[in-house]
């Protein structure tokens, strides 16, 4: 393991020599990979997705989108069955049990049993997932291709029966994965318990992560703010269902370098928030754009704007949902990371009918089945490049070009981004 202090390549009877520290510099390393149980990490791995995820130390994150992004680092690194290195030995097993008919038919069930649930499990991308689905159909090619030949050859109907129905049963497994392995949801590799004694470990040893954001804080204590500032108002307002997400865009000067206003629905930043909202009531071309996390909260957020007495109750405004929607979620041809809760389900079967109607029925099955994607399994960048496209594309909302969909009928123009990057 190299040193991030002077790039020495340590080895591990180096490292365990020198209790723990670099034989060069003598700079402690954070890490030990080789302690770790259910993934292996190194202080340049860290180091790198610090970087990463920061867009080189230029953009503020949330502990949550660090460990979504570690997440997927790991399973992008973890050992999974090459391609096609199963094939020789699946090749070799059959041979040598041709002899019965039953031994063959086991093994085959074997292979197909193991790659479908690896096609299905939780602890892997998208990327390994699609692999074990295609190797399901290989099998099932494979097997139709020898196993017909041989049954003609034999001249016996059974065996030729069998043959069809083992081969076309690995091909229809991996195709019907195929089709749905983007919608599968996922668990974490590691807990939020495990990343913040990562962090503590970390900052101990090379200082403060500069870019890596604290809990948003609760600032009840009004703001003094300049009468000549709050004599103008905004042409735009974003409005987060999460105050975390408000604090990242707030950090990474999305509101100045768009010219809107930021808040969350739970009324943070809490300093400046009654300010602002009379700042936004004086402007009647004010656009609202919201953007959530894909669960029952999150869903709920456009239709608390519009019947909120503290927001927009009764207001003529436009308003674009930026998303996460589950719409989003089912067109995109990208893996999201998905996961599922009774929690979530429960809350889903409890949404007023007004939301429930604005939804298909593809969609409420889908947050009904307890499914969500969180806003912070995504990186500050992808979010904020999301948000600027929305802002963008809300431009001219009459054009036929338009990436918005109208929806709703509420007095309100109420649009959908149809596609979340």
């Keep these: 393991m190299k040193c991030i202090n002077c790039g020495t390549d340590n080895k591990l009877k180096d490292r365990t020599a020198n209790q723990g520290r670099c034989i060069k510099c003598n700079h402690p390393f954070a890490f030990e990979p080789t302690s770790m149980s259910n993934v292996q990490i190194t202080d340049p791995f860290f180091a790198k997705a610090i970087a990463d995820i920061s867009a080189n130390n230029t953009l503020f994150f949330t502990p949550k989108q660090l460990l979504y992004f570690l997440d997927n680092r790991f399973r992008k690194n973890s050992k999974s069955i090459s391609r096609f290195g199963w094939l020789i030995p699946f090749l070799v097993i059959n041979f040598i049990t041709s002899l019965t008919i039953f031994i063959p038919l086991i093994v085959n069930l074997a292979f197909i049993n193991f790659f479908h649930e690896s096609s299905k499990s939780t602890k892997l991308n998208l990327v390994?997932?699609?692999?074990?689905?295609?190797n399901l159909q290989i099998i099932g090619g494979i097997i139709l291709s020898i196993g017909i030949l041989l049954s003609l050859g034999s001249k016996s109907f059974r065996f030729f029966v069998v043959v069809v129905l083992i081969g076309m049963l690995p091909i229809y497994l991996g195709t019907r994965q195929l089709e749905r392995i983007k919608l599968l949801t996922q668990e974490f590799l590691i807990s939020e318990s495990q990343l913040k004694d990562w962090l503590n470990r970390w900052q101990q040893i090379n200082g403060s992560i500069l870019k890596i954001l604290p809990s948003p804080k609760q600032e009840n204590t009004p703001a003094t703010i300049n009468p000549d500032v709050t004599a103008y108002s905004f042409d735009r307002l974003v409005v987060c269902d999460t105050a975390s997400i408000a604090q990242l865009l707030?950090?990474?000067?999305?509101?100045?370098e768009n010219n809107c206003a930021i808040l969350s629905i739970t009324g943070y930043p809490q300093s400046i928030f009654d300010t602002t909202m009379q700042m936004l009531r004086r402007n009647p071309d004010l656009k609202v754009y919201a953007v959530h996390d894909c669960n029952p909260r999150g869903i709920a957020l456009v239709h608390n704007?519009?019947?909120?007495?503290n927001w927009f109750l009764n207001s003529e405004i436009?308003?674009?949902d930026i998303g996460l929607t589950p719409r989003q979620i089912i067109a995109t041809k990208r893996g999201m990371f998905i996961q599922s809760s009774p929690e979530s389900a429960q809350a889903a079967k409890q949404l007023p009918e007004e939301i429930r109607q604005s939804l298909s029925a593809e969609e409420l099955a889908w947050l009904e089945s307890g499914k969500f994607v969180e806003l912070e399994s995504f990186t500050p960048q992808r979010i904020i490049k999301v948000l600027q496209t929305g802002i963008a594309g809300s431009q001219n909302l009459e054009s036929d070009d338009s990436s918005l969909l109208l929806v709703g009928d509420t007095g309100n123009d109420m649009y959908v981004v149809q596609s979340f990057g």
């Excluded at 707030?250 to 100045?256: E, K, R």
């Design 250 to 256: 707030i950090a990474n000067n999305f509101h100045f």
């Design 318 to 320: 436009v308003i674009i």
């Design 305 to 309: 704007l519009i019947t909120n007495a």
């Design 128 to 134: 390994s997932r699609k692999q074990y689905a295609r």
